[in-house]
Each structure stands twice: as C-alpha cells, then as structure tokens.
C-alpha cells in the first residue's frame, strides 16, 4: 500500500489559458479544501461543481470554482478536489503554496495516475495509456490511447494470458495424475494453441514499428543524390525559404528538419545531404548520417532529376535503397526541363511497380500530390491493426514472452515431462501479468510513472 497523504498539482498548462485548474488527492482534501473556501464543502455532495473565493489569513486569492469527487469515484479512487482559478501564473503559485503551507505535498510525477493503479481503478496498461493519449503526435494515435485507456490492450492481453493459463492447467493435472500414470497431455493439441498465440503476440510486437511513431513525428526523408533539388522540394512542402538552395551540388552539408502538420499526422521532413561517390570531407560525414536516416524513416521519398539520365551517383543511391522497397515512394522533380525516358526506364528496373510523382518544385507543380502521398501513406500504416504498441516497455516484454513460447513449444514437441512445461508457461504468463500490472514492483513502478509528467 501507500500513504494516502494530500497531494497537490497544477493539471493545466501554467500559461496561456484563461483558466488553470489544481487537483487535491488523499484522504482529507475535501476537508483542506473546505478550510480556504467561502462556501461549507464538508456536506456537499460529490459530482458538484461549486462556485466561490478562495482565501488565506480573510484575504482573497481568487474567485474559482471547485469540484469534488468523493472516494472512490474519483480518477485516483480517493477524495478528488479540483479547482479552477483564473490562468494566471501567481494566482496558481499562490493557491498551491497555500495548500502546501497546510500541510499537502506537491505531487510527484505520475502521482495521480499511479494512485489509480493502486487503487485499482484501472491496469497498468491504462494507466500508461494517459501518458500516451496526452503525448499522441496524430489523431491515429489518439484514437489508440483512447482505445488502450478504454481497455482494449488489456482486454486481448488478458484473453491471451487466460489461455495460456488453461494451457499450464492442463499440464499442470497431469503432474497431479502422474502417479496414476495417466497420459493426458494432449501435446499436439497444446502445440497449436502455442503457435496460435505466438502469432497473435507477434502481430502485436510488428505494430510496435508504427506505434513508435504515435508518440514522436513521423520522419519522412528527402534522399536522393546532389542538385536533384531535395532542398527545393523541402521549402515546396512546408511552404517557406527554409533551406538554401543552389545549383552547387553538394550544398546541403547536413540534415535539417521542419515539422508540418499532414492530413492529421505530425511529419518530420528531413532534407538530406546528396549522396554521391566523390563528396568532400564535411559532406562525407552528411553522406554517412543519411544512411542512419535511411533505417530510421517511416517514408523515404526518394528525388531525382526527371531532365537528365540516370548516372553513377544516382545508382548508388537506387542500390542503397533497394532493401527499403516497402517505405519508398519516387518523386521525379524538375518536370517544368523536359522528362528524359532513360531516367524512367532505370527508376522502373529498380523499383519496378513504384509509381513516378512528376513534379516541379521551382513551379510549385503537384506538391499536393506529395502531400496527399505521405498522408495517404501514413494512414494505411496505422490504420489496419486492432491496437497498436506504443511503448518499449510493452514492446519488451511481448518480445520476452514470444521467446519463452517458442521455447516451451519445443520442450512440447520433445514431449518434455509436464513439470518443464509448467514452469515454462508460467514463466510467459509472467511476463503478460508484469504488462497489465498483475504482478509488479515499487521499481517498476517508479521507472515507469516517473516518465510521466507532474499532475498526470
Ligand atoms: N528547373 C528546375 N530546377 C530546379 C527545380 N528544383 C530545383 N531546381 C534547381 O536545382 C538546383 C539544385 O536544387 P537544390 O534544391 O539545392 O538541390 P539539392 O538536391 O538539395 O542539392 P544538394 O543539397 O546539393 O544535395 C537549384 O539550382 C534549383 O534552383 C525544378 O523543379 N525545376
Ligand atoms: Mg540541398
């Protein structure tokens, strides 16, 4: 358990709004709040919304409205005050110092949350799922959170864990028939049910890919080797002189990125150094960071000049890109000189079935095809799957439980005796009640919501 002190924290953004609101948990917050408000909070019932002053020592500190829930229906499952004050910086300062005088403590990060968990007002998967929902980078990835908050993540992990369960009660009657000696172990039924469910757990571990994106901006890349016009493209699709252009190749040195807001989803546009074979020293090293770019973008749009042949720099950019065919799309710039068809047929030896965008970034031609590309591209990768995993620590221990199946369904297939098979499952039913919280430590605990910020 913990202790069920008073804490306090502001939960709105301190500056720029009209109003900010504080929140009271803890056994006796109705009663603290009551000793500065104007009005008697000791009888009044929960789910109200109350209207007065808030004062110290006769004098006013602000005209606020205060709502109080009554344990356990509250966020935290204890007595809940919260207050609404005008969105003044030291009008919230001097409230929260006030309460603090009185003997409440400024709540730690996450606090609120992880006294939800404790009181068991929600698992751990949705607890986490409130730092998510406020950190979601798209509307995909609220809808996400809202769904994982809501109990869908726990609902499919739990599902999984009762049927691993049955599989480790199965085995587990058989340690208790064994000296009747009864074979009941019906091993190839539980094989089955052992890849059904790795498989089911492995289509969560491969959201993971997308979900990372849910919580930071999706990087899209510029890649293409010099002068295509990749910086031109770039200051196209944000819409301002943002990067220098020139007919220098080798201009861009190093990356550079701008995030936009497309069709929902929050885009890092990087602009990479051109690849080419004899780049100088400082480009060399712009050269090599956009091969790290390469394995870390969601998209990579890959430019060419549409006027002039493919040569050798631009094969070496098609080589290194061959490997990445699911996350390419081709934008052939320079559309307004005139389209030369070796540039076409090579683009389409290697990237057969990958359509051309022709475009001009110095006319502004289809750069809203553009756009609607990456947006279209985005909402077909987070779209298609029932939940999607956001979070390492989820990611983690999916990963942790496919390996410990794969093994118990080798011991399965060795017919290994029944007292292997159950410490192997519940090794992997472990690691499901670790994610949703069934089992857990203070340490766990601590790393996890110290992640959050102060008033979640
Ligand atoms: N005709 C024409 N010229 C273009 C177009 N887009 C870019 N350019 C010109 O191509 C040259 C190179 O453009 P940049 O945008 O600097 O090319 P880059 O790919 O960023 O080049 P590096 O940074 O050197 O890798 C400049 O002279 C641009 O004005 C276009 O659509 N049509
Ligand atoms: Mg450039």
Not at 2 to 13: L, R, T
Not at 251 to 261: G, M, Y
Not at 298 to 318: G, H, N, T
Not at 363 to 382: C, F, M, P, Q, S
């Amino acid at each position: 358990m913990y202790e069920k002190d008073i804490i306090i924290a502001p939960i709105s953004a301190l500056q720029g709004g009209s109003i900010n609101m504080l929140r009271l948990s803890g056994e006796g917050a109705v009663e603290c709040a009551d000793a500065f408000f104007s009005r008697d909070l000791i009888n009044a019932p929960g789910g109200r919304f109350y209207f007065g002053h808030l004062q110290n020592k006769n004098r006013i500190i602000d005209d606020v409205i205060v709502y109080i829930f009554r344990a356990p229906h509250s966020f935290t499952g204890e007595d809940v005050v919260e207050i609404s004050c005008h969105g003044n910086f030291f009008i919230t300062e001097e409230i929260l110092n006030t309460f603090i005088d009185a003997g409440c403590r400024l709540a730690e990060p996450g606090e609120f949350s992880r006294r939800a968990f404790l009181n068991s007002k929600m698992d751990l998967l949705q607890a986490e799922a409130v730092a998510d929902l406020i950190a979601a980078k798209n509307k995909s990835a609220v809808k996400n959170s809202l769904k994982q908050l809501h109990g869908g993540l726990s609902h499919s992990i739990q599902s999984i864990k009762e049927k691993l369960i049955h599989l480790a009660s199965m085995v587990e009657l058989d340690i208790d028939f064994s000296e009747e000696e009864i074979d009941i172990i019906p091993y190839d039924e539980i094989r089955k049910e052992i890849e059904v469910l790795t498989d089911d757990l492995k289509r969560l571990i491969n959201t993971y890919h997308t979900g990372k994106n849910f919580t930071s901006s999706s990087e899209v890349l510029l890649l293409g080797k010099p002068n295509v016009g990749k910086s031109s493209l770039m200051n196209a699709l944000i819409n301002r002189e943002r990067v220098i252009v020139s007919g220098q190749p080798g201009t861009t040195r190093d990356h550079i990125h701008e995030d936009i807001l497309i069709h929902d989803h929050l885009v890092r546009l990087i602009d990479s150094a051109g690849i080419r074979r004899k780049a100088e020293a400082i480009e060399k090293a712009g050269v090599k960071r956009s091969v790290q770019l390469i394995e870390d973008a969601v998209l990579i749009l890959l430019v060419v000049d549409l006027s002039q042949p493919a040569d050798s720099d631009d094969s070496i950019v098609f080589e290194q890109l061959k490997k990445h065919h699911h996350k390419i799309r081709i934008i052939g710039n320079k559309k307004d000189l005139s389209v030369h068809p070796d540039m076409l047929s090579t683009l389409e030896k290697y990237f057969t079935g990958i359509p051309v965008i022709q475009v001009s970034a110095r006319e502004k031609e289809n750069i809203d095809v553009i756009h609607d590309t990456i947006g279209a591209y985005l909402r077909t990768h987070t779209e298609d799957h029932e939940h999607i995993i956001t979070n390492a620590r989820h990611h983690r221990l999916l990963k942790q439980c496919v390996t410990q199946l794969e093994q118990t369904r080798e011991a399965v297939e060795q017919q290994l005796g029944p007292e292997f098979l159950s410490v192997d499952f519940r090794t992997a039913i472990n690691y499901l009640a670790e994610l949703t919280g069934d089992v857990t430590t203070d340490d766990i605990l601590n790393h996890i919501f110290s992640n959050f910020c102060i008033g979640k």
